[in-house]
């Protein structure tokens, strides 16, 4: 079975300071990573994936997420939050033992402040 | 707009009324999903498709829902005989057969069961 722990429900951080929110996940196989932010009411938008290779990739908006195999961590990571970063993000993992599915955390309100 | 499409955005029904929601993948993509959201919580995986067939239903898609992709192209999701507890975000998502299948949604739609 596949699952994603986001352990914060929000996370708090001033304009121009570092971010990161935080995902944990658990597969039997190997796992694909994603992370995806949503504003209100609408969808959810892709932010940045991990398959293989290297540990930091980098994703749309300045945003980088870091994988940590050992930790089984896949945190989301920015090194200066925008007011306009305010909004809800997904963390997302797919079992490669398993189908195609997408099982998402339950996510994590992020409010930058001025 | 080459994004995928979901019809109609917002949907109000009284309890036992039947509803039908329309998605229009990504015209490249073969892969389409549905998935449920609630207030609060994560996307949750219900079905999908590669073309024509639906591959995958999750333990959620009671009998009162179905969800058909006829001629591997746009795909309805019926719920019939709607409770209040169906209330929810319903999204679809489409992605390639190819790689790692990052997905790319809708902007959903919203049923309220009164």
């Known amino acids: 079975a596949q699952s994603v722990a986001q352990p914060e429900d929000q996370v708090n951080v001033a304009e121009g300071n570092p971010l990161t929110v935080k995902c944990t996940y658990s597969?039997?196989?190997?796992?694909?990573l994603f992370w995806y932010v949503q504003y209100p009411n609408r969808g959810l938008q892709f932010l940045l994936k991990?398959?293989?290779?290297?540990?930091l990739v980098k994703g749309s908006y300045g945003f980088e997420a870091e994988f940590n195999k050992s930790q089984t961590s896949f945190h989301l990571k920015k090194p200066s939050a925008l007011v306009s970063d305010s909004a809800l993000y997904f963390c997302?993992?797919?079992?490669?033992?398993?189908?195609?599915?997408?099982?998402f955390g339950k996510g994590t309100s992020l409010l930058v402040t001025p | 707009d080459t994004g995928v499409s979901q019809d109609p955005r917002h949907k109000i029904t009284k309890r036992g009324q039947n509803v039908t929601f329309r998605c229009d993948p990504i015209?490249?993509?073969?892969?389409l999903y549905w998935y449920r959201q609630t207030l609060g919580q994560g996307p949750e995986f219900l079905t999908y498709?590669?073309?024509?067939?639906?591959?995958?239903k999750s333990r959620l898609l009671s009998d009162r829902f179905s969800a058909e992709r006829p001629k591997g192209s746009f795909s309805t999701l019926e719920i019939q005989r709607t409770e209040q507890g169906d209330s929810a975000m319903y999204l679809c998502?489409?992605?390639?057969?190819?790689?790692?299948?990052?997905?790319?949604f809708g902007e959903g739609s919203r049923l309220t069961v009164l």
């Open positions: 998502a489409s992605s390639f057969v190819l790689g790692p299948g990052e997905l790319f």
């Open positions: 498709f590669q073309n024509e067939a639906q591959l995958e």
């Open positions: 597969v039997s196989g190997n796992p694909y």
């Open positions: 991990y398959i293989t290779g290297d540990n």
């Open positions: 015209s490249e993509h073969n892969r």
């Open positions: 997302a993992v797919r079992d490669t033992n398993s189908g195609y599915a997408l099982n």
